[in-house]
């Protein structure tokens, strides 16, 4: 019995329309990989789950093949706001990703661009509809997790579900350093009643990620902007040894710039 491997690229692919028409909207979504998947072995057997790979490990998830099952794809909803070029345009992206996706449903990148797309439009049912459908799909990979965590954070502002999705998000993947700094932004802007845990979590991905400058610095910069001196000067002396060992000239700027600034 064979199977289908697909590679997972791991770059960032930054949707135009996003640019184009300027409704990114209230919170930060995860656009897909720029890399195309490449196939690295086929199958024809269609009864068997694929396996998608990232080279870190394996994601399976079950085959995508009934079109009744999926997320309504001849939904072509864009904002009454939304008027004139931009919306033409808009809905002829929406229809063109779609059509690629009855072709063939299994496109994992397809149907990040669809729900993207879908935000633009304003359409935050429908983008919520083919995340929730991905985790159920690509059940271990971390980033529809995520879309679903900053939509309840940064547009709704219900934190107890975002938390649950960026934990849910950890669990998944716990070398991505964003699910820890994203929730540690909750804990201290929004979930108040969780602040005294915006440090503990960064903690948490330093921890699982012992070389990450981002969430590293992240803390040493929530310590010093809440004027712990003490952990704001050990955690900025960690972030120095690392920036030195990986030749950082702008780390290293930034780090002397906050030292003078919190009088470090």
Known sequence: MNQRYIYLGTG???????????????YRELPPAKDTPTPVATTTDENIPEIFSDGDGTIVVTPVLDLEALPDLDRSFVDLSITGEQRANLKLKLAEI??????????????LNLAAYRKVSLDYAGAIEIWEFMTEVWTD???????????????????VRAESYYRTAMQKDPSRPDSYIELHNLY???YTAKRDHADDVLIEGIVANPKDVSILYTLARYYAESRD????????????????????????????????????
């Open 12 to 26: 960032i692919l930054v949707l135009t329309a996003i640019l184009i028409f300027g409704l990114s909207g209230a």
């Open 98 to 111: 779609s059509t690629a996706l009855k072709e063939d449903p299994n496109d994992y990148y397809e149907w």
């Open 141 to 159: 990979d971390p980033v529809a997790y995520m879309n679903l965590a900053n939509y309840y954070h940064y547009t709704l502002h219900e934190p």
């Open 188 to 190: 201290k802007d929004v």
């Open 229 to 264: 001196k003490v952990n704001a000067r050990k955690r900025y002396n960690e972030l120095e040894a690392i920036a030195t060992e990986i030749q950082d000239a702008n780390l290293l700027a930034r780090i002397a710039r906050d030292r003078a600034d919190y009088g470090l």
